[in-house]
């Protein structure tokens, strides 16, 4: 039987092991997880092993089932709607407030998490980059450093990451090209943020997030989807 030092360190690995194999989508939404399987590799019986997908699950990872066990979130034309209308007025609220608020620090780990973006560009997978673009706006959040903001934040970086993953890959020289032009609005994201200038930030998290939403509905939206920035999608009765 692990001490109890040991099983904090393996619910940790565990955690992080499943938080990966979500947002790289080798855990597929809407995938059962196999809590068996789960137990016996990690050597954690059920009791932690479950607070750790409890865990997850208010963290929008995982959803948990009465007496069903628990599932990968899934992705389903509502949540991409949904999706689609609150990222961008997230994501400017998040750069807006990092530029507000942002130690040296942060801003050094940002610049590491650009360099790392830099390299998936040139080398990595599809999985490598989402995966780096991701964790560079991580670090936006902590930056930001919001209670409010940060879980709807952090749950759009979620799906954000697995639409990358599994859709958000560069089949022609235009979309190349694009990817280019988001690593280059990543260094000025960094130099707004350097500076204090919140209006700037903000002008840039539209730009960003208008560069990528294009790639995106190529592949997650039917055609007949056509919302403007941060609207609400209307509904028709009868």
Same mark, same amino acid.
């Given at each position: $039987?692990?001490m109890?030092?040991d099983?904090?360190t ?20 809407g995938?059962d997880?196999d809590? /068996? ?14 607070e ?5 699950a208010?963290?929008? %990872?995982?959803?948990? #089932?009465?007496?069903?066990g628990?599932?990968v ?9 949904d %999706?689609f209308?609150a990222a ?6 998040v750069?807006?407030?990092a530029a507000?608020?942002a130690?040296? &620090? =942060? ?8 360099e #790392? %973006?830099r390299?998936?560009?040139r ?7 989402a ?5 560079f706006?991580?670090?936006?959040g902590? $930056?930001a450093?919001?209670?409010y ?7 759009l970086?979620?799906?954000?990451? #697995?639409? &990358?993953t ?8 235009e $979309?190349?090209d694009?990817?280019?032009a988001?690593?280059?609005?990543h260094?000025e994201?960094?130099? /707004? ?8 930030a903000?002008?840039?998290?539209e730009?960003?997030w208008?560069?990528?939403r294009? =790639?995106?509905?190529?592949?997650? $939206?039917?055609?007949?989807?056509d ?8 509904t028709t009765?009868?």
């Amino acid at each position: $039987m692990p001490m109890a030092a040991d099983t904090k360190t393996t619910k940790a690995m565990l955690y992080e092991h499943l938080r990966m194999e979500i947002l790289s989508t080798r855990l597929p939404p809407g995938h059962d997880i196999d809590e /068996a399987r789960l137990s016996a590799e990690f050597a954690l019986s059920r009791t932690p092993l479950r607070e750790v997908l409890r865990q997850l699950a208010g963290e929008g %990872f995982v959803v948990l #089932r009465e007496n069903r066990g628990a599932r990968v979130t899934d992705m389903s034309f509502a949540t991409l709607r949904d %999706f689609f209308v609150a990222a961008p007025m997230i994501y400017g609220a998040v750069l807006r407030l990092a530029a507000g608020n942002a130690r040296p &620090g =942060q801003i050094a780990a940002l610049k590491t998490a650009q360099e #790392r %973006f830099r390299a998936t560009l040139r080398q990595g997978s599809a999985i490598d980059r989402a995966l780096a673009n991701n964790r560079f706006h991580e670090i936006t959040g902590e $930056m930001a450093g919001n209670i409010y903001l940060l879980p709807s934040f952090h749950r759009l970086l979620i799906d954000h990451a #697995r639409i &990358g993953t599994t859709f958000y890959r560069p089949r022609t020289a235009e $979309m190349t090209d694009n990817l280019d032009a988001a690593s280059r609005q990543h260094d000025e994201i960094i130099a /707004a943020i350097e500076a204090g200038d919140e209006d700037r930030a903000g002008q840039l998290a539209e730009a960003h997030w208008n560069l990528s939403r294009g =790639q995106i509905e190529l592949f997650v $939206m039917p055609d007949g989807l056509d919302l403007p920035l941060g609207a609400l999608p209307r509904t028709t009765t009868g």
